[in-house]
């Protein structure tokens, strides 16, 4: 039963890697800076079903117990680090191992516009189609809309996103 929901991409690598060619040639499976990869790409297509806000893969139906809802194809996504992950409201980002870094929500003036929240301990520099760049505090939003530049600050390491 569970098999069935899986992203056929995952289900293809399990056939292919749990092989008994791959078994009995250890040495030619994938490793596991790459299943960490596969399970990242996985886990950022990921979003909530706009009708019973249970989990859905993008282009799937949703994984509630009742609902099965295909939400529709996002439209925006967060493109970086070799990632591209849907923005749809109620979703959760993470962009590196510590946990959730931002969420969609939906602007509480106009539910219409949606926002990312960063809920990181360090702030992010937005980087706007004109140039200039706009500080976006922990728990301060941040406007979907394209062409921004995201400049997430995780440690010593920064990574940099453009909303599509």
């Known amino acids: 039963m569970m098999w069935k929901i899986l992203p056929q991409s995952l289900r293809n690598t399990f056939i292919q890697e749990f092989s008994n060619a791959k078994i009995s040639n250890p ?53 970086g680090d070799g990632r591209k992950i849907p923005l749809v409201k109620r979703s959760s980002i993470t962009f590196g191992d510590k946990g959730i870094d931002g969420l969609v929500v939906a602007n509480p003036k106009d539910q219409t516009m949606l926002l990312l929240q960063n809920i990181t301990a360090e702030s992010w520099d937005v980087n706007t189609p004109s140039g200039k760049i706009i500080e976006i505090a922990p728990r301060g939003f941040v406007p979907i809309k394209p062409n921004l530049r995201i400049t997430i600050k995780n440690g010593n390491q920064n990574k940099t996103f453009q909303i599509i």
Request: aromatic content about 6%; proline content about 8%.
């Open 27 to 79: 040495q030619h499976r994938i490793t596991e800076l790459e299943w960490k990869n596969i399970l990242i790409g996985i886990r950022d297509n990921l979003i909530r079903c706009p009708k019973c806000g249970d989990e859905a893969f993008v282009g799937h139906p949703c994984l509630g117990r009742h609902c099965k809802t295909v939400p529709d194809a996002p439209t925006v996504y967060l493109k």
